[in-house]
């Protein structure tokens, strides 16, 4: 499933979101199940399958890691069920920095400000990373696409990372 | 999804965890991560001058299941000799811990630790 053909966009990194949130609310009432309240069984089904993939291609292309995986995934390159290991051992030694800040934050004297450095710290990283994987996926060579193919392995360590994070600062809230 | 007994023993007492001083000639490390679920594991040896593995320490951040994969590592690659820890495999450690297939990536990382650790032992060994 192409979702940049589904929403009718150019299939880019860089894309208008407020643009694809328009062409989601237009397409999600085109399909929705309750225009087809008194069709038949088969249009019925088909609805709700339509709407399923309007869904899925709203969330894929709404989320940069996502669609970025998405633009690969079309042009060959399936990570989402890839089982490889990275050896980047520079950047591995920063992600064991990284869990192991998160690991003290409780033990700060300012907790808050703790959680609020490593926020920044990810955040620059993440958008270095994001920028270098804009530039690599407007040509769709094939040594470009391994090597965007790395930036998302990268970004998916990144959202591990903030995720772990949010879940310490709703703790240190609680 | 329900652990193991024996997943949830090393999880709960993990075997050989910490870090050797790196500068230690003997001592080589293994840095392995994995993209799908943000795991990141290090597994250090120390290694004598005989190619036999004196001791191990692992760091791992992830499921119990990493976590186990790489604390029962630890366990069997001591005592053994470079060549015969290269030749443990994910399908023995996924064996031994009863890993349900959605966490066989976790002993591949485990098996890509020992073998990553070797490579530098025999770099270093080269040079």
Known sequence: ?174 | MAYSEKVIDHYENPRNVGSFDKNDPSVVTGMVGAPACGDVMKLQLKIGANGIIEDAKFKTYGCGSAIASSSLVTEWVKGKTVEEAASIKNADIAEELALPPVKIHCSILAEDAIKAAIEEYKSKQSK
């Open chain 1, 1 to 174: 499933m192409n979702y940049f053909e589904l929403f009718d966009l150019v299939p880019a990194f860089d894309i208008d979101t407020a643009n694809l949130a328009e062409r989601y609310r237009d397409l999600q009432r085109a399909v929705h199940p309750d225009k087809f309240a008194h069709a038949s069984e088969q249009q019925k089904l088909l609805s709700v399958q339509r709407t399923a993939q309007v869904n899925d291609g709203y969330q894929t292309l709404k989320s940069p890691l996502r669609r970025a995986e998405h633009m690969l995934s079309l042009r060959g390159i399936d990570l989402s069920h890839e089982t490889t290991t990275i050896r980047d051992s520079g950047f591995l030694m920063q992600q064991m920095e990284w869990r192991e800040m998160l690991e003290d934050i409780n033990d700060a004297a300012e907790p808050q400000d703790a959680v609020d450095a490593l926020y920044d710290s990810f955040a620059s990283y993440e958008k270095s990373l994001f920028t270098l994987l804009s530039q690599l996926l407007i040509t769709a060579a094939e040594d470009d696409n391994k090597q965007a193919a790395d930036q998302i392995r990268k970004l998916k360590f990144m959202a591990k990372l903030n995720d772990e994070l949010a879940r310490i600062e709703d703790a240190l809230l609680d």
